[in-house]
T-cell receptor, first 111, second 112 residues
Framework: EAQVTQNPRYLITVTGKKLTVTCSQN?????MSWYRQDPGLGLRQIYY???????DKGDVPEGYKVSRKEKRNFPLILESPSPNQTSLYFCASSPLTDTQYFGPGTRLTVL | DAKTTQPPSMDCAEGRAANLPCNHSTISGNEYVYWYRQIHSQGPQYIIHGLKNNETNEMASLIITEDRKSSTLILPHATLRDTAVYYC?????????????FGKGTSLLVTP
């Protein structure tokens, strides 16, 4: 089944403790992206990647890192999480010039 | 800022057609109109997209005006499972990436 998977789905952590949210797609898509969704602010893009080893900042990249060493994986790294990074995170993928497929979301709480 | 304007909420009776409007008066020639929906904190789901012509698929129809400044998403026979937030997005692939600006969307409530 074609899908985008994210892990973990739910995470509660404390300020400053490094964490990684994984994203994987099995559709051989070139493009992958991370969004965060907050009440009243909608979905905002954090980082995106047009292909392996090619990443770029979205609208709200501060406090996040990403890597794209393999085509299928696009992990989101929070080196030192803070409470303002409490949010619902979505990973998405697409073949270039086509629609985006979203993962199920990761709900992160930073205490 | 979102490049589209949608009503914040709409109601529709089950079994009736739901017509969701969207204004995108500043759309440029290479931008497509996309519609996604999000059911209660799940990942957004692609519905349909178009450039100039009207489009139809198994989920919905998309009607784009001739001047491309507005469009309407039509769910021909709404069901309770269509209750969701519907996002109208204009986008094009560019050197700066393929970000989807979701805006606030329209919250559609389908009632029995």
């Amino acid at each position: 089944e074609a899908q985008v998977t994210q892990n973990p789905r739910y995470l509660i952590t404390v300020t400053g403790k490094k964490l990684t949210v994984t994203c994987s797609q099995n559709m051989n898509h070139e493009y992958m992206s991370w969004y965060r969704q907050d009440p009243g602010l909608g979905l905002r893009q954090i980082y995106y990647s047009m292909n392996v080893e090619v990443t770029d900042k979205g609208d709200v990249p501060e406090g996040y890192k990403v890597s794209r060493k393999e085509k299928r994986n696009f992990p989101l790294i929070l080196e030192s999480p803070s409470p303002n990074q409490t949010s619902l995170y979505f990973c998405a993928s697409s073949p270039l010039t086509d629609t985006q497929y979203f993962g199920p979301g990761t709900r992160l709480t930073v205490l | 800022d979102a490049k589209t304007t949608q009503p914040p909420s709409m109601d529709c009776a089950e079994g009736r057609a739901a017509n969701l409007p969207c204004n995108h008066s500043t759309i440029s020639g290479n931008e497509y109109v996309y519609w996604y929906r999000q059911i209660h904190s799940q990942g957004p789901q692609y519905i349909i997209h178009g450039l100039k012509n009207n489009e139809t698929n198994e989920m919905a129809s998309l009607i784009i005006t001739e001047d491309r400044k507005s469009s309407t998403l039509i769910l021909p026979h709404a069901t309770l499972r269509d209750t969701a937030v519907y996002y109208c997005i204009v986008s094009s692939l560019s050197n700066s990436g393929y970000a989807l600006n979701f805006g606030k969307g329209t919250s559609l409530l389908v009632t029995p």
